[in-house]
Nanobody, 119 residues
Framework: QVQLVESGGGLVQAGGSLRLSCSASGRTVSRYAMGWFRQAPGKEREFVAGITWIGVTSYADSVKGRFTISRDNAKNTLYLQLNSLKPEDTAVYYC?????????????WGQGTQVTVSS
């Protein structure tokens, strides 16, 4: 089993930045695909960014050029750098891990961290 714990969320003004972290425990996730999803109030959970175990990244169009996903396998930790934040980025951000591919049906999920962007 893999346990995922997100941190780094908070309240920030539009245009600001945050760095989210996702710490994994239980087993090493160096060979897992990992990613970030988010869910805004009244909306479905959506994909934000993903990274394969060899470091290939992918992003939702809405965050390309503003968000950067990275991982530190030595620390068993996933990161998401959020820059140029907009009010529409307000959501609970979830970390996920999967043995194969990140999706809405990923194997493991964290509890989420709230990101609120004020205008």
């Amino acid at each position: 089993q893999v346990q995922l714990v997100e941190s780094g969320g908070g309240l920030v003004q539009a245009g600001g930045s945050l760095r989210l972290s996702c710490s994994a425990s239980g087993r090493t996730v160096s060979r897992y695909a990992m990613g970030w999803f988010r869910q805004a109030p009244g909306k479905e959970r959506e994909f934000v960014a993903g990274i394969t175990w060899i470091g290939v990244t992918s992003y939702a169009d809405s965050v390309k050029g503003r968000f950067t996903i990275s991982r530190d396998n030595a620390k068993n930790t996933l990161y998401l750098q959020l820059n140029s934040l907009k009010p529409e980025d307000t959501a609970v951000y979830y970390c996920s891990a999967d043995r194969k591919t990140i999706s809405q049906h990923s194997d493991y999920w964290g509890q989420g961290t709230q990101v609120t962007v004020s205008s």
